[in-house]
């Protein structure tokens, strides 16, 4: 299930608000910037449908993503388990960073949280199949694909060759409730 739990970011312990309902989410986010959508698929994909089945899809609503962020391409990251490098790809963006451009993540299947520092506060929001979530450019944020990982989800980019975390050195996310633990 969706779902947007909110800390204040100096106490992790005390969750302030836990949403469930897709509306109340994304009126929530949308209060500080960020755009939450369920999309639909146009049809039913298998669990290994491959790239361009799942971009064909969801086509109209990437379609219409694109035009509104500026968006140039649109690709499919997708984990499981098994991944021998699971550890190792769930530790890179752990900690707190930032991007130059939007990070734009709509899931068609699995799952995985991100928490985004705003306003004195943190909002972590697991994601799940049909959630597109876009993180503003220089927003401050972690994604946690917890130590099982296991999601598909269409990346949408300006520049993928510029895809890189800046890291703020905050220890901040150590202090926050892991996904998946
Ligand atoms: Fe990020």
């Known amino acids: 299930m969706s779902q947007l739990d909110i800390y204040a970011d100096d106490a992790p312990q005390t969750r302030l608000a836990s949403l469930t309902d897709a509306r109340d989410i994304a009126g929530e986010l ?34 219409r993503l694109r035009q509104l ?38 899931f068609v299947a699995g799952s995985g949280a991100f928490y985004l520092h705003l306003h004195q506060r943190v909002f972590q929001l697991t994601c799940e199949k049909g959630d597109l979530l876009s993180v503003p450019a220089g927003t401050p944020h972690w994604f946690d694909m917890g130590p099982e990982p296991h999601f598909t989800a269409i990346r949408l980019f300006i520049d993928p060759a510029g895809w890189v975390g800046h890291f703020t050195g905050s220890p901040i996310a150590r202090q926050f409730p892991r996904h998946g633990e």
Do not use: C, M
């Not at 698929?41 to 990437?62: G, K, M």
């Open 30 to 63: 949308a209060r500080v910037g960020v755009a939450f959508e369920q999309w639909q698929a146009t049809h039913a994909l298998t669990d290994d449908a491959d790239q361009a089945s799942i971009l064909a899809a969801y086509s109209d609503d990437i379609a």
């Open 69 to 106: 962020g500026g968006y140039i391409t649109a690709d499919v990251v997708s984990l499981r388990p098994s991944h021998p490098d699971r550890a190792t790809l769930r530790q890179k963006f752990l900690d707190e960073h930032t991007h130059s451009e939007d990070e734009v993540r709509f």
